[in-house]
């Protein structure tokens, strides 16, 4: 799939391809392709009709030949499309998901700022009885004790 991303983004295919959507369509002069041995029996409006039938069946191939890669080249620029659709519809999606990450994360520091707030306002009262009641020596006794 990375692969496919760095075409999307590949400088010169979209030169080559602009460079082949402005291209005029070609159509060349088409000639009878009829042997001359094969017309040498043949009456004027005969041979006539049969270089005709030839140019208009050279004329068919190279229809059908052009037409082919058309259609080719519109499956790859409809497969790019596809591709890029795709694409804009993950980048989408991370955006919505990093906005709705985002608020998320400021909720919870909203609620970690009031939580800090209560708890200072709660222990730092004990702490302030503690010291009064018991002594401040005796409180950094007990807390080292705890933590060891």
Known sequence: MADT???IFDESACES???????DLYVPEFKPSIPSHMLKNLNSNNKFLMEQLSVVKNQNQWQTHTISKMYKYTRQINDKVIELEHFKQRMLLEMKLDSKWDKREKEIQKFKKWLLLAGIGVLYPVYI?????????EVIEAILKAAL
């Open 5 to 7: 991303e760095e075409n």
């Open 17 to 23: 391809a602009m460079d082949a959507a402005h291209k």
């Open 129 to 137: 009885f503690l010291i009064n009641y018991l002594g401040l020596g």
